[in-house]
């Protein structure tokens, strides 16, 4: 079989369509015509998805690491939200973030954070379906992530 290497050219470019994104967000928040009701929770559901796909598609690229953790630092206070949707996208950012983290920095957030707290948490009582399964995913991968 003939294997072919592919150059990831998204790496590196990645963060100038990842950090404007977070900084129009930023500037915005506080417009509840954008942000309000059943229409903001959906845009924030798709930045988040969006944010996460950069991360995902950087791939082993140096810069990776510090996309993922920003992209969790800014995706974890959002994991309490009323709405479903941007629960599980938060999730799903989550979930795309962490294998991209070294473990030292793994294990910094989750301590200071108290991820694994909240995570159960949200596994078990949180009441839609998929919050509750994406949740308890990713508390397996990091308990195994972390005593590997």
Excluded at 81 to 98: F, G, H, K, M
Excluded at 120 to 130: I, L, M, P, V
Aim: aromatic letters at 8%; a neutral charge.
């Amino acid at each position: 079989m003939n294997k072919q290497t592919i150059v990831n050219k998204f790496g590196p470019v990645a963060l100038l369509f990842f950090y404007p994104m977070i900084d129009g967000f930023m500037k915005s928040r506080d417009n509840e015509v954008l942000w309000g009701g059943e229409h903001g929770g959906i845009l924030l559901s798709n930045i988040l998805l969006t944010l996460s796909s950069f991360v995902e598609y950087s791939g082993n690229h140096p810069g990776t690491a510090v996309l993922a953790t920003d992209l969790f630092e800014f995706a974890w206070p959002l994991l309490q939200a009323e709405n479903p949707d941007v629960r599980v996208s938060v999730l799903y950012t989550i979930a795309s973030c962490l294998p991209q983290l070294p473990e030292q920095i793994l294990i910094s957030i989750m301590s200071k954070r108290r991820c694994l707290e909240l995570l159960s948490r949200t596994a078990t009582n949180d009441c839609d379906g998929k919050c509750r399964t994406i949740a308890l995913s990713i508390l397996n991968s990091v308990k195994s992530m972390i005593t590997m």
